[in-house]
């Protein structure tokens, strides 16, 4: 019962580190999960991850503030034309991803 009264706390916390990590951020960090060079998937999955960190965020009525890392990140290895064309999709409806 103690760690859900700790739980906000824990939340700004977290919050707070995903900050800073904002602020030194200068490149897309290595992700065990794609451990080959081709980072196509990397971008993709990044991409994903920013839409629907502001989604849920964005639907309980939180700051999506720490949603900012899967941007910076999926910017810094995704290519602007697939971007460009992925947010085209999305506004159209047509985006085969699940956001």
Not at 11 to 28: G, L, N, P
Request: charged residues 25%; proline residues 6%; aromatic residues 12%.
């Amino acid at each position: 019962m103690q760690a859900r009264r700790d739980l906000p706390r824990s939340r700004a916390k977290m919050s707070e580190t995903i900050q800073e990590k904002i602020k030194t951020y200068r490149t897309a960090p290595f992700d065990a999960r794609f451990p080959n060079t081709n980072q196509t998937r990397n971008c993709y999955q990044n991409y994903l991850d920013f839409h629907r960190c502001n989604k849920a965020l964005s639907s309980k009525g939180q700051d999506v503030a720490p949603c900012d890392w899967y941007q910076r990140v999926y910017k810094s290895l995704c290519p602007t034309s697939w971007v460009g064309k992925w947010d085209e999709q999305i506004e159209n409806g047509n985006f085969p991803g699940k956001i």
